[in-house]
């Protein structure tokens, strides 16, 4: 990747990243070929967001494909480009003062160095100065949410100003706010918890008018509540680039998307999670022993609960499900503690019909598994390609095996080739128990590690499922430089549930 | 029970704000009592409990353009409601360029004062925020409480100099010990002190106007320059004068000898009463 920042676009670049900043704690770039992403998520797993800035928002923009990564055996004949994440920290520093760069820097190159492994951000300021910025990165899998604005029902744009000024009326520490449409009004409220006492509590409420906004379509009346947090950092981008700011979204549970769109030089889209009322919650869950038991620890549902019954029932099931699933709601502290405990454990998803009767069964225990720890109230389960493998290397417990569900491999992959080999090998999933980390190889991890070479030889020509691009907020992670350190190896992947075209 | 008023004039509305902003910097929670004249904010805290009292009017006129209440009954017609001031400034901090602000006894969710703020949009349309600041209302029976305080006779009053000098001082005292000595005479002198075991510190202000004239006939054992003094909490008094955001136009503090410290604020019509605890030595 190489790519050069104009002057006049700086600060655009340099916002995006402060706005990326107030989210997640980890930046993930990566160089496509229609533009360079930066993507982040919080560390609930509720929020995430993603610019893209096209290669015209650049003076040059090379993404890198067609170089080669640093050749481990199994990346061979990887035409992608090499994608990271860097701690958003460093990246900071770098665009730290908006008003500064905007002054002085001429222009900023940014580039992997492949033989250092550093990713550079190079501004060139005025009277000839250059100040150079070696990023430590770790080499990662696509950050990507399952989410689709075109289906949404309901959507508002408005000018940033408009939403700042709403959004002014609530106090700095009001987590959550509450918006409520109908086609004759639109009230934002500020979300009061149960708890402590809610009639301690200030209430704060603010109605627009329909006409305020440039545009409003309403299809189905809605109250949904998001997190102010995420809200005022999309805002704060809007805001400074001036660019209206629509929201797409349905109804309570299912996820916002904001969106900026500069006509072509770059696009943002921010997907919150909402929190579900209890009126969305979803019953017939006697295969999720913990269904009832989360469920009630905040009266919030979350979509989880939808993608553990579709993983739990046959396929056509599946139609049911939808699109996306960023995240819980709302994850309570605890239940992102769990995300966290859990992470190495993660598997990634379900296979291609068409492997062996081994695989299947596989593939089973690995449906099992996965609702089991669906259980926990997540939706979005992220591991990453280093974790599967040691998972795939564990022992599965023969009671995990349940439900018989097949369903296609899902997982989002911009490099189609390499890493459906890997999926090929990965789904096993060791117990959700107190000891995850143990690895102990036995004849049937051998067996599978074979089946898993026989399968890469033949998925190469498979060709690369667009379709599921959108559906995961998954990640994949390009190379297996990494597999035998386990300490980078927190890479995530998303589930969400299988599209109706299984089906 | 009922009770609303309307702000309409930005200077009002600004003042108001700067008025509670003060009272919030220096109460976490105090009763609100609404008469047909006045607001007032009183603490009333029990001894054990610190022994704080203030006592601050607001002549309604000075702000609302609008008024109307109800008290409890014909014969007490006055309102008793415990609220948290910080609440209502956080209701009233974005509405500085209000069209105007009602603020209304509601029942919703819980007693409530609700503040509803019309603000200036970029376009014609009006945008109303409401803001429900909970409040509980105080029964009358435990109305006594909330008395004004009797003044007891001073053994000196003086005005202070300007509160931004003196909180910085105070300030830097902070950081030595935790009480200092505030001294005062009838020649105009007031002295801040301040000692530890390795270091005393004071500093002594000059011709400052004594408003009430020395007693001749009850205090002829008394010399003009002899000082009373009281000591009282550091960190106390620098919380009073920091959180002040009106700019007053007197502050004269009174001291009964080692018993009592009283610190009374006037600007325009509003006016602050504070009964400082004082440490007995």
């Known amino acids: 990747m190489n790519c050069v920042i104009p002057g006049v676009n700086i600060k655009v670049f340099g916002r995006a990243v402060q706005s990326l900043s107030k ?24 929020a995430y967001a993603c610019f893209l800035f096209a290669p015209s928002f650049f003076q040059h923009y090379d993404d890198g494909s067609g170089q080669t990564t640093n050749g481990s055996g199994k990346e061979e004949g990887e035409e992608e480009a090499i994608r990271c994440k860097i701690t958003m920290k460093s990246c900071l520093t770098v665009f730290k003062s908006v008003y500064t760069l905007e002054k002085t820097v001429e222009r900023c190159k940014i580039k992997l ?81 149960d708890e402590p006492d809610p ?10 008018e329909p006409e305020e906004f440039d545009n409003i379509q309403v299809g189905v009346d809605s109250e949904i509540t998001f997190c102010l947090k995420e809200m005022r950092a999309i805002l704060a981008f809007s805001e400074a680039t001036n660019l209206p700011v629509s929201l797409k979204f349905e109804t309570a549970g299912r996820p916002i998307v904001f969106s900026i769109d500069s006509d072509s030089a770059f696009e943002a889209n921010f997907v919150l999670a909402t929190l579900a009322d209890t009126m969305t919650q979803q019953g017939g869950s006697s295969n999720v022993p913990t269904e009832s038991k989360t469920s009630q620890k905040r009266k919030h549902t979350s979509n989880s609960r939808t993608s553990v019954k579709a993983i739990n029932k046959s396929q056509t099931s599946r139609k049911e499900t939808e699109s996306m699933n960023i995240g819980r709601a709302n994850e309570t502290e605890e239940q992102s503690v769990r995300i966290n405990e859990h992470e190495d454990s993660f598997l990634s998803r379900r296979k291609p019909n068409n492997k062996s009767p081994d695989h299947e069964g596989r593939s089973n225990r690995l449906n099992a598994a996965l609702s089991e720890l669906m259980n926990d109230d997540m939706d979005d389960i992220m591991l990453d390609q280093e974790t599967r493998e040691e998972i795939s290397k564990q022992p599965i417990p023969p009671e995990l ?28 999933i060791p117990l959700q128990s107190s000891k995850p980390q143990i ?22 020509g498979t060709p690369p499922s667009k379709r599921f691009r959108s559906m995961f907020f998954g990640s994949q992670s390009s190379t297996i430089t990494q597999s035998s350190q386990r300490t980078v190896t927190k890479e995530l992947s998303v589930l969400a549930e299988d599209t109706d075209d299984e089906g | 029970m009922r009770f609303r008023g309307k702000l309409i004039d930005v200077s009002c509305i600004q003042h108001f704000t700067r008025v509670l902003g003060t009272i919030s910097k220096i109460i976490k929670s105090c009763v609100l009592r609404i008469t047909p004249s006045t607001w007032y904010f009183i603490l009333s805290e029990k001894v054990i409990s610190g022994g704080i009292q203030i006592w601050c009017e607001l002549p309604q006129g000075h702000f609302f353009d609008e008024y109307a209440m109800d008290g409890v009954s014909a014969e007490d ?17 974005t509405a500085q360029a209000a069209k105007w602000i009602k603020i209304k006894l509601t029942k919703k969710h819980a007693p409530c004062l609700t503040v509803e703020v019309d603000l200036p949009t970029v376009s014609a349309h009006s945008r109303l925020v409401v803001h429900d600041v909970p409040v509980s209302v105080v029964p009358h029976r435990m109305w006594p409480d909330y008395q004004e305080p009797k003044l007891p006779k001073f053994d000196v009053s003086i005005c202070m100099p300007q509160i931004k000098t003196l909180k910085n001082i105070v300030e830097k005292m902070k950081n030595l010990n935790n009480c200092l000595t505030l001294a005062a005479n009838y020649n105009g002198e007031l002295k801040l002190s301040v000692s530890t075991d390795m270091v005393s510190v004071s500093t002594h202000y000059q011709d400052l106007i004594n408003p009430v004239k020395r007693d ?66």
């Open chain 1, 23 to 46: 989210i997640g704690e980890e930046l993930y770039v990566e160089p496509l070929e229609h533009g360079l992403a930066l993507r982040t998520v919080n560390s609930s797993r509720s």
């Open chain 1, 113 to 193: 160095d492949m033989t250092e492994s550093r990713l550079v951000f190079q501004l060139h300021c005025r009277h000839g100065i250059v100040k150079t910025h070696n990023l430590a990165f770790i080499e990662c899998e696509t950050l990507q949410a399952v989410f689709s604005k075109d289906m949404c029902p309901n959507s508002l744009t408005a000018s940033a100003r408009l939403l700042c000024d709403a959004v002014q009326n609530f106090q700095n520490n009001q987590e959550e706010v509450t918006l409520i449409v109908k086609p004759d009004k639109i009230l934002l409220k500020n979300y009061v918890e």
């Open chain 1, 199 to 208: 009639t301690k509590v200030m209430h704060t409420e603010l109605r627009l």
């Open chain 1, 401 to 428: 095996g349940t439900k018989s569900v097949s369903g296609r491999d899902r997982i989002t992959t911009r490099s189609p080739v390499p890493s459906t080999s890997r999926e090929n090998i990965s789904p096993l």
């Open chain 1, 439 to 460: 690895f102990n190889i036995t004849t049937e991890d051998v067996e599978m590690k074979e089946n898993e070479e026989e399968e890469e030889e033949l998925v190469p």
């Open chain 2, 77 to 93: 017609n006055e309102i008793y409601l415990e609220v948290v001031p910080e609440n209502l400034i956080k209701a009233l901090r």
């Open chain 2, 216 to 281: 001749k006939d009850s205090d002829e054992n008394r010399e003009p320059q002899e000082f009373s003094e009281a000591k009282i909490d550091i960190r106390r008094f620098a919380q009073f004068l920091s959180g002040q955001q009106v700019i007053p136009n007197r502050v004269v503090c009174n001291i009964v000898h080692k018993r009592v410290v009283h610190f009374y604020l006037q600007h325009e019509d509003v006016s602050l009463q504070y009964f400082m605890p004082v440490i007995a030595t």
